[in-house]
T-cell receptor
Framework: GAVVSQHPSRVICKSGTSVKIECRSL??????MFWYRQFPKQSLMLMAT?????????EQGVEKDKFLINHASLTLSTLTVTSAHPEDSSFYIC?????????????FGPGTRLTVL | QKEVEQNSGPLSVPEGAIASLNCTYS??????FFWYRQYSGKSPELIMS????GDKEDGRFTAQLNKASQYVSLLIRDSQPSDSATYLC???????????FGKGTLLTVNP
């Protein structure tokens, strides 16, 4: 149980285009999902918390107009990188919150590697 | 600001040895503690969770929690080359799903 998928797994795009990444909880409903970014050999950086039916909460320094998050259903959150530039090239990982017997846990998707040319 | 500190490593151990990974956290109200393993180029994978003081064992892995010292550790017995990865310590407040992650410790197990 608690499987999270992401699509696409890898995307290459030209500078100035927009890219949408989907994050799905496959066997559970997730009212809360998270979006992270990770540059090579660096730690996870939380970008935003995505709440079903409401606006996302962005971490300090993350441009909400550049990274659009939509959590329209209990199983799907999307991250759109608008007008992508080479510096946006990174590994984007989503996670979904799930209540287990003992606690609230996060389960991660496999990640999306974005390369902007 | 909630903080989670880990030694960045790299920690290098020979195959078959015990690898010991450590983590401290700043928020005394933290209630849930997790260890994730991340292979290069992959997303994190949850390997252990612990919620109360003491030890929790799962196969070759043992998590230890000391809330008074604000310290959590992960022991890996009989380390294998396949254990070579970055290990992330994460701490949660309990009321929501948000976690604070450490920067990770790179473990290398040498054959």
């Amino acid at each position: 149980g608690a499987v999270v998928s992401q699509h696409p797994s890898r995307v290459i795009c030209k500078s100035g285009t927009s890219v949408k990444i989907e994050c799905r909880s496959l066997d559970f409903q997730a009212t809360t999902m998270f979006w992270y970014r990770q540059f090579p050999k660096q730690s996870l950086m939380l970008m935003a918390t995505s709440n079903e039916g409401s606006k996302a909460t962005y971490e300090q320094g993350v441009e909400k107009d550049k990274f659009l998050i939509n959590h329209a259903s209990l199983t799907l959150s999307t991250l759109t990188v608008t007008s992508a530039h080479p510096e946006d090239s990174s590994f984007y990982i989503c996670s979904a919150g799930a209540r287990t017997r003992l606690s609230n846990e996060q389960f991660f998707g496999p990640g999306t590697r974005l390369t902007v040319l | 600001q909630k903080e989670v500190e880990q030694n960045s490593g790299p920690l290098s151990v020979p195959e078959g040895a015990i690898a010991s990974l450590n983590c401290t956290y700043s928020d005394r109200g933290s209630q849930s503690f997790f260890w994730y393993r991340q292979y290069s180029g992959k997303s994190p994978e949850l390997i252990m969770s612990i919620y109360s003081n003491g030890d929790k064992e799962d196969g070759r892995f043992t998590a230890q929690l000391n809330k008074a010292s604000q310290y959590v550790s992960l022991l890996i017995r009989d380390s294998q080359p396949s254990d070579s990865a970055t290990y992330l310590c994460a701490v949660g407040g309990g009321s929501n799903y948000k976690l604070t992650f450490g920067k990770g410790t790179l473990l290398t197990v040498n054959p």
